[in-house]
């Protein structure tokens, strides 16, 4: 069983910047799609990013784009979120997600209920 542990979250000012990390431990496997979602209150959890196995297929939603960054190191079993220029629309609790599936099925939102989830970090911006 794979374990997601996020870190990186915290407190910034609007134009500000954050980086999140996605530790996976247990039976990992780097042939996992990995990626990121977000829940802000009263919302539903939304996806943001999503990176394939290799890194080389990469997605993010539209309010993202250009602004966030996602990364992975294998040899780490680590994904990366770098977050720039945030906007207090990004406020939210941000969750890791691994899936055997495609970085194009969680870009979708496929099947999330068969994913594996981290137990989330707050991200808070003021304006």
């Known amino acids: 069983q794979v374990q997601l542990v996020e870190s990186g979250g915290g407190l910034v000012q609007a134009g500000g910047s954050l980086r999140l990390s996605c530790a996976a431990s247990g039976r990992t496997s780097s042939r996992s799609t990995m990626g990121w979602f977000r829940q802000a209150p009263g919302k539903e959890r939304e996806f943001v990013a999503a990176?394939?196995?290799?890194?080389?297929?990469?997605y993010y939603t539209d309010s993202v784009e250009g602004r966030f960054t996602i990364s992975r190191d294998n040899a780490k079993n680590t994904m990366y979120l770098q977050m720039n220029s945030l906007k207090p629309e990004d406020m939210a609790v941000y969750y890791c997600?691994?899936?055997?599936?495609?970085?194009?099925?969680?870009?979708?939102?496929?099947?999330?209920?068969?994913?594996?989830w981290g137990h989330g970090t707050q991200v808070a911006v003021s304006s």
């Open positions: 990176i394939s196995w290799d890194g080389g297929t990469l």
């Open positions: 997600a691994a899936t055997g599936a495609t970085a194009y099925a969680m870009a979708q939102a496929m099947a999330l209920r068969t994913y594996t």
